[in-house]
């Protein structure tokens, strides 16, 4: 089940990284303030749930030990 939660908590890192070069890549073009920070918040909500899966496999990897 630990395997489950890293799989996924890999798949949004790679999600985290991919929202922050499109908000690089924005912010460099002078593109939207508006589209910026709906970037930031997607970048900052994956993060949000990268960390909890990432704690989810933790804690299911301790308790089967």
Do not use: D, E, H, P
């Not at 073009?29 to 930031?40: A, F, I, Q, Y």
């Not at 990268?50 to 804690?59: F, G, K, N, P, Y």
Request: hydrophobic residues 65%; aromatic residues 6%; glycine residues 10%.
């Amino acid at each position: 089940m630990a395997t489950v939660f890293n799989i996924l908590a890999i798949i949004v890192m790679l999600g985290v990284v991919f929202v922050l070069v499109r908000g690089l890549v924005n912010m460099m073009r002078g593109g939207s303030g508006v589209t910026s920070n709906k970037l930031m918040q997607a970048r900052v909500l994956l993060q949000f749930v990268a960390l909890v899966l990432i704690l989810l496999a933790v804690w299911i990897q301790r308790g089967a030990s």
